[in-house]
């Protein structure tokens, strides 16, 4: 949307919520549009976009009739919103109740549903029911990015658009072109799942995301209607565990102890031995996509020797990572300097919808700072007074000075004093109920969480207030987000409440070896179900991020935490501390594998012309870069440092060697 048209939809709307008879189109083409050389059927066709758009953002537009006369006589039907049936209802919500709300719209943060959690938090604070509430130390989950074609999927799930894709069939081994009507997305073993109507089958399908080979294609000019009564939740339930298998694997002697750790030796037999220099052993695995994915990374430092479909999961994984790095490279240029933007350009649209929170915001915080204000927004002190600027030349036709919105701010102080019937929020999108509910469905995961009664009432609340949006919320299922060793976690966090340091024996799998430190301890938080402790390391001298399944034992030492130790000023937390000494790698991202700009902290990207695009990074060590490349399968490959990118290359054609080429 242009400008003119944020402004004049603001004042359609504003007309349409201060009267109460309705009006004709042509007192709107007179009053609102002030439209005197269109013609008749030009106007009409803007003004039913226009009522599209307000649709979109929530309001109904109703149409009166009088009495006799048809819907298709412009000269006597009127419209107008009806100032309930679009609101938010109020929702009154204890301290405890914030604190879960909050926690389960930050589980998207930097996920798919990310924008609309927030602007449903936005929503409810600006009904004034939602207050700033303490995070506890402990329990900070949130829900790992799943890619771009997640968030496609999520998309075409709440427009019930249908989508195409190419998918490697897991019981073939076949990849084919997919045509599927998408009813819902959900984890199940720590895996990503579509469920839908597969077309070219006719029957319903589980699609396992991971195993899509191409970018999601949604065909935006067809609909369909899912089943009624559609659960994911229950979809997924009926798949079975795939069962535990042993593969068997040559692994280089002194070398992947993080493997080591659950595998078993394989004895020699007459069938064969390694060669030299190398051990057999046994891993147990389920299955064999995830599996490979990590055999993958350790390059020519593990050979598969059985089974079959684990040896070409490895193959295919190396030989994708090897056919993207022969392709010919872009030209390598970035926009000017600055840190890298992140999620899609912010348009009128979103400011339109950003306004419609800040009437109602600014109604039940009255006096707050303009910085507060723009904070509280995302969005900086000049944007925040161009919105401003906008409402206070909004308002009703006629125009005059008390018939427009009153907003001051001359001592940097805002006050509102008329709000022309937009001092509600409204209601919530099929997005921001999905985001919202599925935040505290995932929640029950936490031991802690689900044995409280906050969870349990703000629930219910939530789901009184979405309505038809909320039970929507069914098409998607969170992952699992409880500690898988609740043990370590309960020892991390008791530390932190008592202020005391720790000693942890730690696995690094990037430098391959076992390490003692000690740590003061500062903050847990979560990816799905990995568990991360945030802690100043004495050894390092700085800040450091501790996987919770990597560390080997954890204790008390007896001192307390030093003064000096404090956690980073944001969440979610980075998983990577920037340095002066660190190496800006610059790589190239397939549209799959797009994601990986916001997972690494990306400070500059440029989009390509097949959707993919160039990110650079920091990285403080890139030794382990090799093995970042193969483990992503031809979703990446390193451009410069080019002694690097050849590094990668060589890792690559090592491994494959390995394989027979």
Not at 66 to 94: C, F, H, M, Q
Not at 270 to 280: L, M
Request: charged share 25%.
């Amino acid at each position: 949307m242009s400008a003119s048209r944020t402004e004049r939809l603001l004042n359609l709307l504003i007309a349409l919520l201060n009267t109460k008879y309705g009006l004709r189109r042509s007192e709107l083409r007179d009053k609102v549009y002030r439209d005197t050389t269109s013609t008749d059927i030009a106007f009409g066709r803007m003004f039913e976009r226009d009522k599209t758009e307000l649709r979109q953002f929530g309001f109904d537009v109703e149409t009166v009739l009088d009495k006799g006369w048809g819907s298709d006589d412009p000269a006597t039907t009127r419209y107008r919103i009806g100032k309930e049936s679009n609101r938010l209802p109020d929702v009154s919500l204890t301290p405890g109740e914030c604190t879960v709300l909050i926690l389960a719209a930050q589980l998207w943060e930097q996920a798919a549903l990310g924008s609309a959690a927030l602007n449903a938090v936005r929503k409810l604070q600006a009904a004034g029911g939602l207050r700033d509430a303490e995070l506890p130390a402990g329990v900070q989950p949130r829900i790992r990015p799943a890619g771009q074609a997640f968030e496609d999927l999520v998309a075409a799930v709440h427009a019930q658009h249908p989508v195409s894709f190419r998918y490697l069939a897991g019981s073939t081994g076949s990849e084919e072109e997919r045509l599927v009507e998408p009813w819902g997305l959900g984890s199940r073993f720590g895996q990503w799942y579509l469920v839908g109507q597969d077309r070219s089958r006719g029957a319903k399908r589980f699609f396992r995301l991971s195993r899509l080979t191409s970018a999601v294609t949604v065909l935006d000019k067809e609909t369909f209607s899912p089943p009624s009564g559609f659960n994911v939740r229950a979809e997924l339930a009926s798949l079975q565990e795939l069962p535990v298998r042993s593969a068997v694997v040559d692994v280089q002697a002194g070398r992947l102890l993080g493997l080591r750790k659950r595998a078993t030796a394989v004895a020699a037999t007459a069938g064969g031995q390694p060669d030299a220099g190398w051990d057999r052993l046994s891993v147990p695995f389920r299955d064999a996509e995830t599996l490979g994915e990590e055999l993958a990374s350790y390059g020519p430092r593990v050979v598969v020797v059985s089974p079959p479909d684990l040896t070409t999961a490895v193959r295919l994984r190396l030989a994708a990572a090897a056919a993207f790095a022969a392709t010919p490279a872009p030209t390598v240029a970035f926009p000017a300097a600055g840190p890298a933007k992140r999620g899609r350009k912010r348009t009128s649209e979103d400011q339109l919808k950003r306004m419609l929170q800040l009437v109602p915001f600014l109604v039940h915080n009255q006096g707050l700072h303009i910085s507060d204000v723009a904070a509280k927004f995302g969005v900086t002190r000049e944007e925040l007074e161009a919105d401003l600027r906008i409402l206070i030349c909004s308002g009703l036709p006629e125009g005059y000075p008390d018939d427009l919105l009153d907003i001051q701010w001359d001592d940097d102080h805002v006050f509102i004093s008329q709000d022309l019937e937009l001092n509600r929020p409204v209601r919530f999108t099929v997005e921001e109920a999905c985001a919202l509910m599925t935040g505290l469905e995932t929640l029950n995961g936490l031991p802690e969480l689900a044995e409280s009664s906050a969870l349990e009432s703000v629930t219910l609340k939530l789901m009184a207030a979405a309505g038809e949006e909320g039970l929507k919320a069914a098409s998607l299922s969170g992952p699992e987000v409880g500690p898988a060793d609740s043990a370590t976690l309960e020892t991390a966090r008791e530390a932190i409440r008592a202020g005391a340091q720790l000693r942890l024996r730690y696995f690094s799998p990037q430098r391959d070896a076992l390490s003692e430190r000690d740590v003061d301890p500062l903050r847990l938080y979560s990816l799905d179900n990995t568990w991360y402790l945030e802690a100043y390391c004495h050894s390092a001298q700085g800040l450091r991020n501790f996987r919770l399944d990597r560390i080997e034992t954890l204790q008390p030492n007896g001192r307390p935490v030093s003064e000096t130790a404090r956690p980073a000023d944001s969440f979610p937390v980075k998983l990577f501390t920037p340095n002066d000494d660190d190496t800006l790698v610059v790589v190239e991202l397939t549209r799959r594998g797009a994601g990986l700009a916001d997972d690494y902290y990306a400070e500059r990207t440029a989009p390509l012309p097949d959707g993919g695009m160039l990110a650079e990074i920091r990285f403080g060590s890139t030794d382990w870069l090799p093995m970042f490349v193969a483990q992503h399968g031809g979703t990446v490959r390193i451009l410069r440092p080019e002694a690097l990118a050849g590094a990668a290359r060589d890792w690559i054609e090592a491994a494959l060697a390995r394989y027979g080429g």
